[in-house]
């Protein structure tokens, strides 16, 4: 029975890269390749269905370990724009107080 070890990684990675890709705006010069990646992804995906591994093979593992790489990357890219999205709101919020203070003494 064929082992979906690489399309169950490269499924998860297609799931983080959609997950990065709607958090990065569009205008983003990174945006288009993170679309590109994350389609080339879940094609891979999907031809790797049922594909008979051999997990010593030095190609598996490379791949393993670059996949889990790829995966932390994407990982630390997600954390670094929700901080950005959590100072933005930081941010708003001073704005809008100030806003209204300005309103008033004006």
Sequence with gaps: MPDDKI?????????RLGNLRDATPVESPDYKTIEEQYRQASDLAEQAVGVAI???????????????????SIQKAMEGIE??????????????IAGKIVARVV
């Design 7 to 15: 399309a169950l990684k490269l499924k998860e990675i297609a799931d």
């Design 54 to 72: 051999d997990e010593a093979d030095s190609g598996y593992v490379e791949f393993s370990k670059a996949a889990a790489s790829a995966m932390a």
């Design 83 to 96: 901080e950005v999205a959590r100072t933005i709101e930081k941010v708003a919020r001073v704005l809008d």
